[in-house]
């Protein structure tokens, strides 16, 4: 919410910036599925440079309140949101910590040995596949670990929450969908091309919501965790943008 961004100002003058100084770069650069900081783009623009965002193309405020279920009769890409949101994926995981493990790595690319999922797009968690699902092939043994260590502490309640809160952050575009907004700086844009809740096609049409322009770039053989998978190309991406935008402003602290 606007108030949300009050703090968050106050949080960036309390280091003693301007609105015009590098503090906050990770506030701009990063994208959050929550878009929260692309929503501070369009609260706030004189305090961004410049912004970008990994596998989320801009989705602009909606006038219209829509469900998960309105949602996903729109984009049928997004079915899963209806598992995560109705607390069947919780109920699966719930069950043994061992499930929470199978949950974890099928996230992150894990399989059966018959090469059988344990996460798509157009159901969610695959509750027969979940006790079968070996180790992630994007992290180590030692980090799942971490994950399940941590999250069997609360179970998986706290991060489902965000599927619920589309009507809320309804309420919050209904205010910004009565002026159509332009972002007023430059912006980048990848999307990954084997991304399935995300896919490519989701970009087409973008330019129109960016007056200063978009850069957009597809990463190849590559799923929704690009970071993760394609860490340099990510990275070179966004040093490129960056200093492209602000030069020799780059500090070493960034």
């Excluded at 692309?38 to 912004?51: A, H, I, K, N, T």
């Excluded at 894990?110 to 994007?138: M, R, W």
Aim: with cysteine; net charge negative.
């Amino acid at each position: 919410s606007p108030l949300f961004w009050v703090d968050t100002i106050g949080v960036v003058f309390s280091f003693g910036n301007t609105p015009e100084s590098s503090y906050g770069s990770p506030l701009k650069f990063q994208e959050p599925k929550l878009m929260k900081y692309r929503r501070f783009s369009q609260y706030y623009p004189s305090m961004v440079r410049c912004v970008f965002s990994i596998c989320v193309p801009y989705l602009p405020p909606s006038s219209v309140r829509m469900s998960v279920s309105d949602l996903v009769a729109k984009l049928p890409n997004f079915t899963y949101q209806l598992q995560l949101a109705g607390g069947g994926a919780e109920e699966i995981v719930a069950k043994s910590t061992e499930r929470l493990r199978g949950f974890i790595n099928g996230l992150y690319g894990g399989t059966t040995p018959e090469g059988k999922p344990a996460f798509t797009v157009s159901v969610g968690l695959l509750e027969e596949n979940i006790d079968n699902i070996g180790q992630s092939p994007l992290m180590s043994k030692e980090m799942t670990d971490f994950y399940v260590q941590e999250f069997s502490r609360h179970g998986l309640h706290g991060p489902c929450n965000w599927y619920r809160t589309r009507e809320l952050n309804g309420d919050d575009e209904a205010v910004l969908a009565k002026d159509p907004f332009k972002f007023p700086m430059p912006a980048m844009l990848l999307m990954a091309d084997q991304d399935a809740a995300l896919p490519p096609w989701m970009a087409m049409g973008q330019e129109q919501h960016f007056a200063a322009g978009l850069k957009m770039e597809t990463l190849t053989g590559c799923s929704h965790w690009a970071m993760v998978q394609k860490p340099a190309a990510v990275n070179k991406y966004i040093g490129e943008f960056i200093k492209g935008i602000l030069g020799d402003e780059i500090k070493s602290s960034l």
